[in-house]
């Protein structure tokens, strides 16, 4: 079945980077579409960024273009998000999502900016 596997969240302080990965497998995930979303406490899921299949198309949310950066690697069957000059605000749960005739979730990893 398909599974989407998140890491690389943790506590940062403000200003500092964390990259998040996402494992995919139980489906062909060069021609998926992926994204990220991100959760925060008392809030709804919203979408941070999207990839197309080869990675030449890329959307972000305005809250964090020129700050993160996503990307895949076909051949690992893995996407990232590469964050930049974290913010608190950026605190969340972010989830790695396979958009499809069924979306498909992982599991979250938490990420948290304090100083």
């Known amino acids: 079945q398909v599974q989407l596997v998140e890491s690389g969240g943790g506590l940062v302080q403000p200003g500092e980077s964390l990259r998040l990965s996402c494992v995919g497998s139980?489906?062909?995930?060069?021609?998926?579409?992926m994204g990220w979303y991100r959760q925060a406490p008392g809030k709804e899921r919203e979408l941070v960024a999207t990839?197309?299949?080869?990675?030449?198309?890329?959307n972000y949310a305005d809250s964090v273009k020129g700050r993160f950066t996503i990307s895949r690697d076909n051949s690992k069957n893995t996407v990232y998000l590469q964050m930049n000059s974290l913010k608190p605000e950026d605190t969340a749960v972010y989830y790695c999502?396979?958009?499809?005739?069924?979306?498909?979730w992982g599991q979250g990893t938490q990420v948290t900016v304090s100083s």
């Open positions: 990839i197309t299949r080869s990675g030449g198309t890329t």
């Open positions: 999502k396979r958009f499809g005739s069924n979306d498909s």
């Open positions: 139980g489906f062909t995930f060069g021609i998926a579409i």
